[in-house]
């Protein structure tokens, strides 16, 4: 039995409050089988409505991001020669922006950015490069998770219960060194034709064994790839080149992963209403637009179909039966904190977020 508190709801920054504690039973399902998902009814000419991709906003979403890191990596690169006080800096902002790459390549897979599909094919290529990222390998895990969102073992993209360190987000703050040794090893594994653990072995061997092939040659593809950038830098003298773009997004990920990770932790899970295992916040406009609209994560899970730009018009629509929503990082972990701390003494509590009375 899966339980919230009043006193945590209200740190989750509900108005309207319970005057007991929330209870869920998760339904019996067998592995496989689909889920009966909930989903907030909307018109159906509001959704066709929203579903239409815009080759327009795509680009501005696209381009304005892209140009956002072009522009901090051009202002490194110069900085390490000419003001090599203000490299430092500029390597933190790059990076800090850099790390939301994974929300564009996020966006890409879907399909969902571009009208013309011809581009987000053109495009995805790029972000998963300059990320080290995996699109094949994502498709085929974000496909399973869209479907069998926190319901292991059918998605184990995200497993319940989750905990932060502050050693990790220590690690984070400058460069995080793991997370590049350990993309790069299992970049390495990955082209070499092995995969890890149990979630690979059962997307590639059980789910879809024949994009297996795709999945091994886009590491290669990486791999080389990168070698090329790092030797034609050090060759020609251009260093900084090598270090905006191969390691681009392992410097000062800290911001990206605070808001990333807000998405799912500590919610219920193997439970079908994307309300109580999805988290929506509200973010100011540059974080917004850095982070691709993904703090609509519940909208999302609900109605994927919508591309990232048109996600707070759907939460518009949809709010009125939504978990009362924080604003701001700082008051959403305020609220999450609480939570991992009970989890981390009680590993099956899971924090139900109140729904307004009308919804229950």
């Known amino acids: 039995m899966i339980r919230a508190s009043r006193e945590q709801a209200q740190a989750a920054g ?19 089988q689909p889920v009966r998902w909930y989903r907030v009814p909307i018109p159906k000419e509001e959704l066709r409505r929203l579903n239409q991709r815009s080759d327009l906003l795509g680009a501005m979403q696209t381009l304005g991001f892209l140009g956002t890191i072009g522009g901090t990596g051009t202002l490194f690169v110069w900085s390490s ?14 990076g800090a922006c850099c790390a939301f790459l994974v929300n564009g390549f ?8 571009f009208r013309t599909r011809w581009l987000n094919r053109a495009f995805l290529p790029v972000f998963s490069f300059l990320g080290w990222y995996n699109h094949v390998g994502f498709w085929a895990s974000h496909t399973e998770h869209h479907k069998f969102t926190l ?11 989750e905990q932060v360190s502050w050693r990790r987000l220590a690690r984070m703050a400058l460069f995080d060194a793991w997370g590049f040794v350990h993309t790069v090893r299992g970049t390495w594994r990955t082209a070499r034709g092995f995969l890890r653990g149990d ?14 092939p795709a999945f091994h040659r886009w590491a290669r ?28 997004r392992f410097f000062a990920p800290v911001l990206q992963f605070l808001t990333n990770a807000t998405q799912h932790i500590g919610l219920m899970d193997r439970y079908p209403d994307y309300r109580v295992c999805c988290r929506t916040i509200e973010l100011n406009p540059v974080l917004r637009f850095l982070y691709w609209h993904m703090n609509y994560h519940t909208e999302h899970h609900m109605y994927p179909g919508v591309p990232c730009y048109n996600l707070a018009k759907l939460h518009r629509l949809v709010r009125h039966e939504l978990p009362p929503t924080t604003r701001g990082l700082l008051r959403t972990w305020a609220s ?25």
Do not use: N
């Open 106 to 113: 996020h966006e890409l897979v879907h399909d969902s950015v």
């Open 81 to 94: 020669f000419h003001a090599p006080w203000l490299a430092p800096l500029a390597i933190l902002a790059h």
């Open 336 to 360: 999450i904190r609480p939570i991992l701390r009970r989890q981390a003494s009680d590993p099956d509590y899971r924090f139900v977020p109140p729904l307004p009375e009308r919804s229950r």
């Open 14 to 32: 509900g108005t309207e409050q319970p005057q007991a504690e929330f209870r869920l039973d998760p339904p019996e399902r067998a592995p496989g």
């Open 221 to 248: 593809v990486v791999l080389v790839g990168h070698a090329l950038v790092v030797a034609a830098s050090v060759a020609s003298g251009w260093w900084p080149v090598a270090i905006a773009v191969t390691t681009c």
């Open 151 to 161: 319901h292991p073992p059918d998605d184990l993209e995200v497993v319940q219960p």
């Open 199 to 212: 979630w690979e072995r059962h997307l590639f061997e059980r789910v879809k064994p024949e994009m297996r």
